[in-house]
């Protein structure tokens, strides 16, 4: 009777929790970025024979001798990085497949991250999007973080969606298919990432938080985990490139904040499928962080 329970289960969640149909946002910053090449602008930078490219996909395993990372080969100081993501189905529990801006090889301990993250999971219940933004703040190595974590209105291990984030000057914003979910706006420069990033993409092992705050770990009698990225955009401001340099922009109307229509359907996604938020957290130090 196990099997028949257990696939019930997955009918009833992907039944009650992929039949939403997303608002349109009413503007596709990713398509108006072209596509980049991964040997052209990554390398990979640890695990190489946990990496395999074919055509457009690049494929990251992790199994019980190691997982997967590139990086991008320039840093940036604003702009557009986005990928096409594939997840594996099944049980995934303890395990990161990330997409990320990062400094913390230049910077150790006092660093600034920008981070999508997809935290593994047991079959029939659904993958959190955790999205997360750390500053250096007074760089005490006190690095705080800014998690917000999401379900998904879609299986994102049927199919490649795209995942985006948007940095510039004046804010944050991270997008799935091209809906903003979250934007983190630049309330104070103590509080906001301006040193140059590198665009990263990892697989690993996070077993001591990752599924239900660690109490769920990886289990390798299910190796290999498996992630596929394609279609990469990069564009943006480099750190050795010209100071009239414009990243793109956030919505139609420029970079002073998003349109109404995405302001609309990111309400849509806050209040359908957010299922943390540190500033509603009441085991949190607020004094830590003043923008909530």
């Not at 219940?125 to 705080?144: A, C, E, M």
């Not at 509080?191 to 938080?209: K, Q």
């Not at 050795?240 to 996604?269: E, K, T, V, Y």
Request: glycine share 8%; proline share 7%; charged share 20%.
């Amino acid at each position: 009777m196990a099997f028949p329970l257990i696939l019930l289960a997955l009918l009833v969640f992907s039944h009650c929790c992929y039949s939403q149909r997303s608002p349109s946002p009413g503007y596709y910053p990713s398509s108006r970025v072209p596509t980049s090449p991964f040997e052209r602008d990554f390398r990979t930078q640890w695990g190489f024979q946990h990496q395999r490219r074919e055509h457009d996909i690049i494929t990251l395993w992790l199994d019980k001798s190691s997982g997967s990372g590139f990086k991008s080969v320039r840093p940036y100081t604003s702009g557009y990085f986005g990928a096409s993501i594939k997840l594996q189905s099944g049980y995934t529990a303890g395990v990161d497949t990330s997409f990320f801006l990062s400094n913390h090889q230049e910077h150790p301990g006092d660093h600034d991250e920008v981070d999508i993250e997809f935290l593994g999971t047991t079959p029939g219940k659904p993958y959190s999007l955790q999205t997360n933004v750390f500053v250096r703040g007074s760089g005490d190595r006190n690095v705080i973080g800014r998690e917000m974590k999401f379900n998904l209105w879609f299986d994102p291990t049927q199919d490649f969606h795209h995942y985006a984030i948007l940095w510039n000057s004046n804010q944050i914003v991270f997008y799935v298919d091209d809906v903003p979910i979250r934007t983190y706006d630049r309330k104070s420069e103590a509080i906001f990432p301006t040193r140059p990033m590198w665009v990263y993409g990892s697989i690993w092992d996070a077993s001591d938080w990752a599924t239900e705050n660690g109490r769920i770990k990886a289990d390798y009698r299910y190796q290999p985990f498996v992630a596929q990225y394609r279609n990469f955009k990069l564009a943006g401001c480099t750190a050795d490139g010209s100071n009239s340099c414009r990243p793109p922009s956030a919505a139609p109307r420029g970079n002073r904040g998003l349109s109404q229509q995405q302001m609309g359907a990111m309400a849509w996604a806050q209040r359908n499928f957010l299922v943390y938020n540190y500033c509603h957290d009441p085991k949190r130090d607020h004094t830590q962080t003043p923008e909530c």
